[in-house]
């Protein structure tokens, strides 16, 4: 078996094509799997993305030079066939798969299994070799359904607003903000946002997407009508000021860091939401399983004990492999996004 995709110190490199898979150095061809900031960095000459990437990219990198693809196009780069597969991750998210001379690889990025109706239906793909994340790669991390987080969701909200006070959602800008503000779609009228998660909920909007509006933050919107309501709101905005004006307020957080006990109180928070936009430990074997992978290369999350499970089940030929990728609490927004807001809403 060939090293089609090689690791390097500037990121994932396909020496056959001259061309590297989400670099975390700048580099002159650049194959994207998503708009998060740790797998789309500034600094390459060209990139190469799924055409709803493209609008995420514009709006954290800039104007660029750069190609799309629709899922399932074929592409060339010096012989190598690359196609896109959904990753079911975030909106645009894809896994890149690799074929060059009767060998297949798969670099699946960031994915999860469940369809949560807006990331596209997570496919898997029969390869020769797989690059899987691990960000929850431990038996501990086992996802309830959506819905069921949902209704959760929906509870809590509905029991502030019983005792007065505003319900405060700290989610990822990119991603985790557009599936709590879908699920919130019939069950609440107005939800106010963060600058940041305005930025890029709007972005969506923008380019076609039929996503659930939200009212912005500004300095001038008035207390009045920020109590007793809904806001989302970014990692970076807990223990801020910008917090005080909706006060008084129960934060809950959506990540799959919630799925262990005592986070949430560690975080000094009211509620936790194990809602994740990564698989979770069965996900992560099915899919292994699925690919009919003869090797798994074993990425960012915990690859040390994922990888080795893997070898000790004889599930799969596996290592692990260090790079620069971050895990579920790694996502912030870029220069691009924050420059035009008021220093309160940063």
């Known amino acids: 078996m060939s090293n089609l995709v090689s690791f390097t110190d500037k990121g994932l490199y396909c020496e056959a094509g001259n061309f590297y898979i989400d670099p975390w150095q700048p580099v002159e061809r650049a194959v994207i799997t998503h708009g998060h900031s740790d797998h789309a960095r500034f600094g390459n000459k060209f990139y190469l993305c799924h055409q709803f990437t493209k609008p995420i990219l514009e709006l954290r990198l800039g104007p660029n030079n750069y190609q799309t693809a629709e899922w399932n196009e074929t592409i060339f780069m010096n012989g190598v066939k690359i196609s896109f597969h959904p990753a079911g991750h975030i909106i645009g998210s894809s896994q890149i798969t690799l074929e060059y001379q009767n060998e297949v690889w798969v670099i699946s990025g960031d994915y999860k299994t469940e369809d949560d109706g807006i990331s596209g239906k997570f496919e898997p793909i029969k390869c020769n070799v797989f690059i899987t994340e691990s960000t929850f790669g431990l038996p501990i991390y086992k996802w309830k359904p959506q819905q069921e987080i949902y209704n959760d969701i929906i509870n809590w909200i509905s029991k502030n607003k019983e005792n007065g006070k505003s319900s405060?959602?700290?989610?990822?800008?990119?991603?985790?903000?557009?599936?709590?503000?879908?699920?919130?779609?019939?069950?609440?009228?107005?939800?106010?946002?963060?600058?940041?998660?305005?930025?890029?909920?709007?972005?969506?909007?923008?380019?076609?997407?039929?996503?659930?509006?939200?009212?912005?933050?500004?300095?001038?919107?008035?207390?009045?009508?920020?109590?007793?309501?809904?806001?989302?709101?970014?990692?970076?905005?807990?223990?801020?000021?910008?917090?005080?004006?909706?006060?008084?307020?129960?934060?809950?957080?959506?990540?799959?860091?919630?799925?262990?006990?005592?986070?949430?109180?560690?975080?000094?928070?009211?509620?936790?939401?194990?809602?994740?936009?990564?698989?979770?430990?069965?996900?992560?074997?099915?899919?292994?399983?699925?690919?009919?992978?003869?090797?798994?290369?074993?990425?960012?999350?915990?690859?040390?004990?994922?990888?080795?499970?893997?070898?000790?089940?004889?599930?799969?030929?596996?290592?692990?492999?260090?790079?620069?990728?971050?895990?579920?609490?790694?996502?912030?927004?870029?220069?691009?996004?924050?420059?035009?807001?008021?220093?309160?809403?940063?």
């Open 168 to 346: 405060i959602l700290i989610a990822y800008s990119l991603g985790k903000s557009q599936r709590v503000l879908q699920a919130l779609k019939e069950t609440t009228e107005t939800i106010f946002a963060h600058g940041a998660i305005y930025n890029m909920q709007q972005n969506f909007i923008d380019a076609g997407w039929d996503l659930n509006p939200v009212v912005r933050i500004t300095p001038e919107t008035p207390k009045e009508l920020l109590k007793e309501t809904v806001v989302i709101a970014p990692p970076g905005a807990e223990g801020t000021s910008w917090m005080r004006k909706f006060y008084p307020y129960s934060i809950g957080v959506c990540s799959g860091w919630m799925q262990v006990r005592g986070n949430a109180r560690r975080r000094n928070v009211d509620a936790g939401f194990a809602l994740s936009d990564h698989a979770d430990w069965n996900s992560l074997l099915s899919t292994i399983h699925e690919t009919g992978a003869e090797k798994v290369f074993v990425t960012h999350g915990f690859q040390s004990a994922f990888s080795r499970y893997l070898n000790e089940k004889n599930i799969a030929i596996s290592d692990e492999v260090k790079t620069q990728f971050g895990d579920e609490d790694e996502e912030a927004n870029s220069p691009l996004e924050i420059k035009n807001e008021e220093p309160e809403n940063i």
